[in-house]
């Protein structure tokens, strides 16, 4: 059986962002991957949480799955706060990574290569009010031809960093104002079978 860590990062805020939509892509997420074999346990950062407790559940989890409103280009700010202090709890107990990957004596290391979640995935579940066609056109004012997993690099190198293979990003978009969710939802299984079919963890960098 292999191990998935769903990790709710909305954050609430009143008359404005309730969350249903997020809870309801984690329970498609769960049920999804439990019918595929998997062992599900779950994170909601705005319900608060205990440092260590999150660390475990990282270096339990094969796979790490965010799902995330996009709260003004990134995910809500909490969530970086539990990547800090996360991280910086892997760092200090040398779990979820040893060094930066550089050496003195040996020049070829590169930076970014000194993770110790090598056979860990993680993926990222975006919300997002853009449309598909704000990414991957040049023509397009605010991302230039960039797509939503470039938007989302910084988090996804936090996992890189420490050595987790990096899933490709699925996302649903026009969320607010020209919402399909159904559609969503089947693209979104379609994705989870894809990467994650029979339990065989991808090793693709995205």
């Known amino acids: 059986m292999k191990n998935v860590l769903i990790i709710n990062a909305h954050?609430?805020?009143?008359?404005?962002?309730?969350?249903?939509?997020?809870?309801?892509?984690?329970?498609?997420?769960?049920?999804?991957?439990q019918g595929q074999g998997f062992a599900v346990r779950h994170s909601h950062i705005?319900?608060?949480?205990?440092?260590?407790?999150?660390?475990?559940?990282?270096?339990?989890?094969?796979?790490?799955?965010?799902?995330?409103?996009?709260?003004?280009?990134?995910?809500p700010w909490k969530h970086k706060k539990y990547l800090d202090e996360v991280f910086n709890a892997g760092l200090a107990q040398q779990s979820l990574i040893a060094t930066d990957g550089r050496s003195r004596h040996d020049p070829s290391?590169?930076?970014?290569?000194?993770?110790l979640m090598q056979g860990k995935s993680f993926m990222m579940s975006l919300t997002w009010n853009a449309p598909?066609?704000?990414?991957?056109?040049?023509?397009?004012?605010?991302y230039q031809?960039?797509?939503?997993?470039?938007?989302?690099?910084?988090i996804a190198a936090c996992y890189r960093f420490c050595g987790a293979a990096i899933v490709p990003t699925h996302s649903c978009f026009d969320v607010m104002k020209n919402p399909d969710i159904a559609a969503d939802v089947k693209r979104l299984k379609a994705h989870l079978a894809t990467h994650f079919a029979a339990s065989n963890i991808t090793t693709q960098a995205g």
């Open 11 to 33: 954050q609430h805020y009143p008359d404005i962002s309730p969350g249903r939509l997020t809870r309801y892509l984690v329970e498609v997420i769960a049920d999804t991957l």
């Open 46 to 75: 705005d319900s608060g949480y205990d440092v260590q407790e999150e660390l475990d559940k990282h270096l339990w989890a094969d796979v790490i799955i965010l799902q995330a409103p996009v709260n003004w280009f990134g995910a």
């Open 109 to 115: 290391r590169q930076y970014g290569t000194g993770g």
């Open 132 to 142: 598909a066609a704000a990414f991957g056109d040049p023509n397009q004012v605010l």
């Open 145 to 154: 031809g960039k797509t939503d997993h470039d938007a989302f690099l910084h």
